[in-house]
């Protein structure tokens, strides 16, 4: 099975750029961890799950044996230089298309076109909502001409899809109902009235503004992807539980609604995916960040979660690696659970190369219409 796996080019629905530079051990822990930094001195980002995860499957990447010392490793890194470094694990995740998410780059990272070209793969936007309404209030559109730029900037954009991250901001308890033009250019007026008595940059942060901006995406007929759980330390998990979001979920069918990462709550996530009609899952961030104990959140997300409505990601963001640790553990894991399905005569070995299919790429190709 996992032969079969490694045979079938993935669709990371997805991820980020990565950083075309050179790092030094700080940096580089740094891009292993959802923490604000690497740790206190004497703790070390190699010393977890991720670090051993990265020390075990990337090495070989380099011309080094599994398991490299991390001070070797990083010798070889720089030796080679970030292209080459970038080129090498972009090409070994074994990518057929990414979805990537330009909403975030708090510093110079490749592009959709040039994460493509390096994976050897079709690259398509993932527009982030809450950075196109933020653009607009700093270009100082007024209050009651908002809405209308919004959805003016959405249509424009070359997107397969847009995404949310309400769960950084407000959380995920948002209302079904769609946001009344009084109540968007209320919200509109407070965002920009905000920046100008601090002289921030713009901050989404409002409920009302989250929710337009999902029927904005509605209203375009993309999917729209929701940052759920597990995240930097911005995230707070007590607002992340995507059963907090049932009911917008709802009100959106048939759209797709993308529910990113999950953890902790995957089981939950899948559920979702079981109940509502429009509603898909995927275990990305997580799956590298939880190393060799990734196999058992892939098959508790595939509990009940149906087999035609889960997704890979890999939600790597700076370090390549993350792209070849996402594909390499998620082929691992799902190949373990399918080939234990084999084994237990739960499904035939002919029905798991099927579902392996679908999760590898086709249920990303249908819903977001990439062909």
């Known amino acids: 099975m996992l032969e079969y796996l490694e045979s079938l080019r993935l669709v990371d629905h997805h ?18 961890t959802e923490a604000e930094t690497a740790g206190p001195p004497g703790v070390s980002m190699f010393d977890t799950q991720v670090g051993f995860a990265l020390r075990r499957w990337c090495p070989p990447v380099l011309d ?22 970038n080129r090498r694990f972009l090409a070994a995740a074994g990518l057929d298309a990414l979805c990537v998410d330009t909403g975030y780059a708090p510093e110079v990272i490749l592009d959709p076109p040039g994460l493509g070209r390096l994976a050897g793969a079709q690259a398509h936007q993932i527009v982030r909502l809450e950075s196109v309404a933020e653009r607009v209030a700093a270009d100082g559109v007024e209050a009651g001409r908002f809405a209308g730029e919004v959805r003016s900037r959405l249509q424009a954009a070359d ?12 959380g995920l308890e948002l209302s079904g109902a769609r946001p009344s033009e009084a109540e968007v250019a209320g919200a509109a007026g ?7 008595g601090t002289g921030a940059p713009p901050r989404v942060c409002d409920e009302v503004l989250h929710r337009f901006l999902v029927w904005c995406a509605v209203d375009a007929g993309l999917p729209v992807q929701f940052h759920v759980g597990y995240g930097d330390a911005d995230a707070d998990l007590r607002r ?37 009609p429009n509603v898909y899952v995927d275990a ?8 060799h104990r990734s196999p058992v959140l892939i098959a508790e997300l595939l509990e009940l979660a149906p087999f035609g409505k889960v997704l890979h990601s890999s ?6 690696e993350l792209y070849h640790l996402g594909a390499l553990l998620f082929r691992r894991g ?38």
């Open 64 to 85: 080094l044996g599994a398991h490299a010392e991390p001070d070797e490793y990083l010798a070889r890194r720089a030796e080679l230089g970030a292209a080459e470094v």
């Open 334 to 371: 799902l190949a373990g659970f399918l080939a234990g399905g084999v084994e237990d005569g739960a499904w035939t070995a002919r029905d798991a190369e099927r579902v392996a299919g679908l999760v590898a790429s086709g249920n990303a190709r249908r819903v977001y219409g990439l062909g």
């Open 190 to 196: 407070r965002l920009m009235l905000a920046a100008e």
């Open 315 to 320: 939600d790597a963001f700076g370090l390549a």
């Open 240 to 276: 992340g539980d995507p059963l907090l979001l049932v009911e917008l979920l709802r009100a959106m069918d048939p759209v797709p609604a993308m529910l990113l990462h999950n953890y902790p709550f995957h089981r939950h996530a899948g559920y979702l995916a079981q109940v509502l």
């Open 159 to 170: 997107a397969v899809g847009a995404k949310s991250i309400a769960a950084y901001r407000a």
């Open 15 to 32: 991820c980020h750029g990565v950083l075309g530079k050179d790092l030094g051990r700080t940096a580089f822990e740094e891009m292993l």
């Open 284 to 291: 990305g961030l997580a799956t590298h960040n939880l190393g």
